[in-house]
């Protein structure tokens, strides 16, 4: 498989090449030069196969002539032995026709392990026949710095660094970084904001003499090796529940659109989906494009779902590129007017095409412990604020009458209860417990540099560091 840039200018790259190289040279994602079609009865003849089958049939073409078979199936095996459940993504059951879908059971307890587990196993693959190393570096305000951390360890070929903002990051997403004790595993604890974690990390990336001395990369949600392997669960739930045969949607909170495009390209691939249903907190961009048709930027308000206090979704641009019938230069055009003018409309005719499929709703803070106490109370289910919104969404889909009434509804479950309790407490009374593997998480010893926002500082930690590293 080639992959090919939304923008149109950067070249196009093969797999590996994709995997290491994150964003295009003209700013651009990558995208796979076709996609794979499945027939209906090849997704039947998928019923009742395990996990990591699916997973191999699914991601195949996509790693095709990059990765053999027996290499990609071990590390499909390996990844997804990490997760604490043997169906890796179970589905429970809510309601009718209400399915949750289950992507917490990873070993940092949100959906982010589904991909990172295996892509850190590919960068290693890949890096290892390259004979390469690189260095991650990366930002986080919580989900996406451990599950990179947890991918990682112990990987011979990749030395890690993530800033968190200094006393800003709940206890235990906190201690989920700092409490991994491989030696290339690098923790900073930053004084400043999430804001200044980020401007440190473009700015360690803007320095080129760094950024090749220590071959610098990154892992965030538009490497396209993370959606491929978030379509897997999208078979796998719906394989549960009779596809092809049987009328199914999903319901995803949505931040930075990569899990719903997931979705989107499980659809492209064959599997039958009526309707994929978009959640949004008080960050709600996408709702209201949904709606209106107009794109328009708005400030970021930090919500109880901060994993979705997203302004720009990058991923969307990706389900752009398929609206524009792949005229990157076009695409490109439609970027440069959202980014200079903050808001942008694609033309009515493409608005509606993507209403075929695509619909949104909004949940601010008080809604979201609404519905957590009310599945609470209706099922006995602890859920996350991420999750309630999803939730929320596919009910007023249901009520709002656009889906037959006997389709059934996925909703993604994407992180567990316990990663935010304050939220889950405040709205049942309850407090989340952490699942047994991470019970004694808060007595473990941590270790963390605390660093000054200074990027002077910061890079002499990292000379150090890696100067250290090459002499062990
Ligand atoms: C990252 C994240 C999201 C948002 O996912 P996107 O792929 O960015 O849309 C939702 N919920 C949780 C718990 C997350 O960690």
Redesign the pocket.
């Known amino acids: 498989m080639r992959y090919v840039s939304t923008r149109g200018s950067a070249p196009d790259l093969s797999f590996e090449q994709v995997l290491l190289a994150g964003l295009a040279r003209d700013g651009g994602l990558y995208m796979p030069e076709t996609w794979p079609k499945f027939s209906k009865a090849e997704i039947r003849a998928m019923h009742g196969l395990p996990y990591s089958d699916v997973a191999q049939q699914v991601m195949r073409p996509y790693v095709a002539g990059a990765i053999s078979d027996g290499d990609f199936k071990a590390m499909i095996d390996a990844a997804y032995q990490s997760f604490g459940h043997p169906a890796v993504v179970p589905l429970k059951q809510l309601d009718a026709n209400l399915f949750l879908a289950e992507l917490f059971h990873g070993p940092t307890l949100?959906?982010?392990d589904c991909a990172l587990q295996l892509v850190g196993r590919l960068f290693d693959h890949v890096l290892a026949k390259r004979g390469q190393r690189v260095t991650i570096v990366g930002a986080t305000s919580?989900?996406?710095g451990s599950a990179a951390i947890e991918a990682c360890r112990d990987r011979e070929a990749i030395e890690v660094f993530i800033f968190h903002p200094k006393g800003r990051v709940s206890d235990v997403q906190r201690r989920q970084m700092t409490t991994v004790h491989s030696p290339n595993i690098h923790n900073i604890a930053l004084e400043g904001t999430f804001d200044d974690c980020q401007d440190m990390v473009k700015a360690l990336f803007a320095d080129e003499a760094l950024r090749d001395r220590y071959n610098l990369s990154a892992v965030n949600?538009i490497n396209w090796a993370r959606i491929m392997a978030q379509i897997v669960y999208y078979f796998t739930t719906a394989l549960s529940l009779g596809a092809p045969d049987r009328k199914l949607a999903f319901a995803?909170?949505?931040?930075?659109?990569?899990?719903?495009f997931a979705a989107y390209a499980a659809h492209r691939m064959g599997l039958p989906i009526e309707k994929l249903i978009i959640g949004s907190n008080a960050n709600d961009i996408l709702a209201r494009f949904m709606d209106t048709g107009r794109m328009e930027m708005a400030p970021v308000t930090a919500t109880l779902?901060p994993?979705?206090d997203?302004q720009i979704?990058s991923?969307f641009e990706r389900l752009l590129f398929e609206h524009y019938k792949r005229d990157g230069k076009a695409v490109a055009k439609a970027m440069e007017t959202f980014r200079r003018e903050r808001a942008v409309d694609f033309g009515k005719a493409r608005w509606q095409a993507m209403r075929k499929l695509f619909e949104g709703h909004r949940l601010g803070d008080n809604g979201t412990k609404e519905v957590i106490s009310a599945i609470h109370k209706m099922t006995g289910e602890l859920i996350?604020p991420?999750t309630a919104i999803g939730i929320e969404a596919a009910g007023r889909a249901l009520l709002e009458g656009g889906l037959a009434p006997e389709t059934a509804i996925i909703a993604m479950a994407?992180?567990h209860p316990a990663?935010f309790p304050a939220a889950v407490e405040a709205a049942t009374g309850i407090y989340p417990a952490l699942p047994p593997r991470l019970a004694d998480l808060l007595s473990r010893p941590e270790t963390c540099a605390n660093l000054p926002n200074d990027i002077a500082r910061v890079k002499t930690f990292l000379d150090e560091r890696l100067a250290a590293r090459q002499a062990a």
């Not at 995803?252 to 719903?260: A, D, S, W």
């Open positions: 949100a959906f982010k919580g989900d996406t949600s995803v909170p949505t931040g930075n659109f990569g899990n719903v779902s994993s979705m997203i979704s991923n996350d991420h994407t992180a990663k």
